[in-house]
Nanobody, 123 residues
Framework: QVQLVESGGGSVQAGGSLRLSCAAS????????MGWFRQAPGKEREFVAG???????LYADAVKGRFTISRDNAKIIMYLQMNSLNPEDTAVYYCAFGTLLQPLARATSYAYWGQGTQVTVSS
């Protein structure tokens, strides 16, 4: 059983930065997918960024060039560095983990989800 622990959310002014972390405990597989999704009030959950254990990354168009996903492969910790934040980035951010190399942007590729961390960007 994989458990995901997220940290790093908070409040920031527009133009600021935050870094989210997600640690996957109980995961020992060499092949996996990890991703970040977000859900704003009244909106559906959407893909933000993801990576395969082999290093391939993918970003949603809305965050490309501003967000960077990375990982510590030895510890299976994933990070999301978020720069140039704007109010439209305000949402609950969820970490997700999957055990197969499935499409990164598809929520069904992930079997395990974190509890979510709030990111609030004020103008």
């Amino acid at each position: 059983q994989v458990q995901l622990v997220e940290s790093g959310g908070g409040s920031v002014q527009a133009g600021g930065s935050l870094r989210l972390s997600c640690a996957a405990s109980g995961a020992t597989l060499r092949s996996y997918v990890m991703g970040w999704f977000r859900q704003a009030p009244g909106k559906e959950r959407e893909f933000v960024a993801g990576l395969w254990s082999i290093g391939t990354t993918l970003y949603a168009d809305a965050v490309k060039g501003r967000f960077t996903i990375s990982r510590d492969n030895a510890k299976i910790i994933m990070y999301l560095q978020m720069n140039s934040l704007n109010p439209e980035d305000t949402a609950v951010y969820y970490c997700a983990f999957g055990t197969l190399l499935q499409p990164l942007a598809r929520a069904t590729s992930y079997a395990y989800w974190g509890q979510g961390t709030q990111v609030t960007v004020s103008s």
